[in-house]
């Protein structure tokens, strides 16, 4: 009994263990298993970048990340072959496969502070499902970097509510800097960086006065703002640019211009080429003027708005509702039901948007199993089994990546398809059971409610 005991309280850490160094084994036993065109384009980067950071945008003519990005996609290989480093890519993707592990820890902590039970277990099988590390250390590009920015925004956001002993000044400058840090690593993060923001509205607004709490929040985005563009200050940037980040969104192709980039969404269903125009009409042919106009990227915006405003309304509307007054930071329930809010965010942009890559959902799965996970304590709606089905779903995505790695999914309409399919029934039905807990009045009760 006592050795089952024993393994009882080992075998979860081996799990976590094996989740945060599964990444770095790959990329050792396979040294050639890479997306070898986004390794060789950053490789491209690093030799152009020839006359310092400050000219990186017009020595590097291909570089189309922000300058964060541009620093750890480039700059890594050109820091790696300074101090001797033979094979730039085995290396760069070495120092991926870190970041991957740093992001299994990082959700444990989450875990842990959250007080969702067998924290260690879930992490770790977070960190052994293919969406975890099909499309970082091993594909080897940098979304596992942005990942980790949010992990560690989240981790700050929730530190900051639960301890209550961060002053508000210091923790609106911490999460701004950080958010900026988020948005300036990769330009898809500019949803992530909305639904943080509205995040930090809810945390400011829901509990305090509204004049103190207009005056934070605007302080607060003015510092963001100037944490952001402030980096294009000592760039040197051609006209009619006034911004790297106005050159960088205004690239052709970068704005969902076409139906996918690799990535599933709806669109795919329509049977058209994916390298087509999300502008052309949907109803060409139709009599209405306004169903002329309708194409797949305006349909795909006001799709996503429409979920996105119905989330954050939801969300806004049961916070404010459940608030203690005069409580000066926000409590587990809360916090729980916007890390939910942020990961739907992520999947309905991907269901809904044209343009998207294969890659772009990989902050989706961790962040909903941990909400899910940890709502478990005061709606009986989150079950076991459907954060089974999210774990299920997440190595259903994984498959997915790893097929257009490989190529052989690579711009298959047919599993594109079936992905869409998928998360498209995944995105109703997980909000269907999030708006149901959101409008209950009360929640039907849960053994052992509060967390452990």
Known sequence: MRSVSKIGKVLPYAVLVSGALLPAALVIALPEFYHHSDIGIQMVWMQQWNK??????????????????????????????????????????????????????????????????????????????????????????????????LLVILLWIVVSNLTGKIHLPLFLVVCSVLMSFLILTKHLNIFNLFALEFMLMVNIFATRKRAVAAGAWLLQVALLLVCI?????????????????????????RMGDFLSNNGFNLWMLLGRDMLSSSAVPLFPDSPVAVLRALTPFNAGVVLFLAAASSL??????????????????????????????????????????PGTHERYLYSFYPLVILAFLGLQDYDRRFSLPLVALLVGGANVYGVFVLGILTGDFAFS????????????????????????????????????SGGR
Not at 229 to 253: A, K, N
Not at 324 to 348: C, E, K, M, Q, V
Request: hydrophobic content about 50%; charged content about 15%; proline content about 5%.
């Open 52 to 149: 310092g950071w400050r000219e990186i945008y017009n020595t590097c003519s291909s570089c189309d990340y922000p300058l964060m990005g541009t620093f750890i996609a480039a700059g890594i290989p050109k820091l790696l072959s300074r101090i001797g480093v033979d094979n730039l890519a085995q290396g760069f993707r070495i120092c991926l496969a870190f970041v991957d592990g740093a992001n299994v820890l990082l959700v444990f902590l989450l875990f842990r502070i959250l007080k969702v039970r067998r924290a260690a277990l879930w992490a770790g099988v977070i960190g052994l499902s293919l969406s975890s590390w099909a499309g970082g250390a091993v594909w080897g590009n940098i979304d596992d970097v942005s990942h980790f920015l």
């Open 229 to 253: 563009f402030g980096w294009d200050v000592p760039l040197t940037i051609d006209r009619p640019y006034v911004s790297h980040l106005q050159m960088i969104w205004g690239t052709p192709g």
């Open 413 to 448: 309409n047919d599993a594109h398809r079936v992905a869409a399919v998928f998360h498209a029934g995944l995105l109703l039905l997980v909000s269907a059971v999030f708006f149901r807990y959101l409008s209950a009045r009360r929640p039907p009760p849960v053994e052992g």
């Open 312 to 353: 954050a309304a939801a969300v806004a509307w049961r916070i404010g509702k459940r608030r203690t007054p005069g409580a000066p930071w926000l409590d587990r329930n809360s916090l729980l039901d916007l890390i939910a809010f942020l990961a739907l965010i992520n999947l309905a942009y991907n269901v809904t948007l």
